[in-house]
């Protein structure tokens, strides 16, 4: 429901995301160990209902489910110390983004084949950046970072 409504639709919309984002939940309610994430990440994503059921996005656009055995995952700890977004407030204290939420622009250029055309993205994607050292390497591998850059960038 927090993505049908009319003001996520319309910036969802405004940031070329409607229809390419989606929301899904599995459970699990069983108690769960740091050192058996591989295993359980394997058992998840090969369960025959997550498996038929998970949405992905193909290259051309199109949702498909996921209907393949997985063979591997790879896995990485990060930190999740960082619970407000006020983490990001730094944007609008630096000038990368304007207080009504505008995003400076930059000229184009480009980095491993994704366009950078602001600021934004130059935070993000380039260490020689005026600004990269806004996040330091540790705020790069805060959960809450990963998936603003996941969204700001896609993938």
């Not at 489910?65 to 977004?85: E, H, P, R, Y």
Request: hydrophobic share 35%; proline share 1%; with cysteine.
């Amino acid at each position: 429901p927090a993505l049908e409504s009319k003001g996520t639709r319309e910036r969802l919309l405004k940031w070329s995301m409607d229809g390419r984002i989606t929301a899904q939940a599995f459970s699990f309610d069983q108690n769960l160990k740091c050192y058996q994430r591989d295993d359980f990440l394997m058992a998840f994503f090969n369960h025959p209902e997550v498996n038929s059921n998970l949405k992905l996005l193909s290259s051309s656009g199109q949702w498909t489910t996921l209907n393949a055995k997985v063979k591997k995952v790879d896995t990485k700890n990060i930190l999740c110390t960082q619970v407000s977004m006020s983490f990001f407030d730094r944007l609008y204290c630096e000038g990368l983004v304007r207080e009504n939420g505008t995003i400076v622009k930059c000229f184009d250029e480009y980095h491993d084949e994704i366009l950078i055309a602001d600021e934004l993205r130059k935070v993000l994607l380039l260490d020689d950046s005026d600004h990269y050292d806004l996040f330091s390497h540790l705020d790069r591998e805060e959960f809450l970072f990963c998936i603003f850059k996941h969204l700001c960038l896609g993938g």
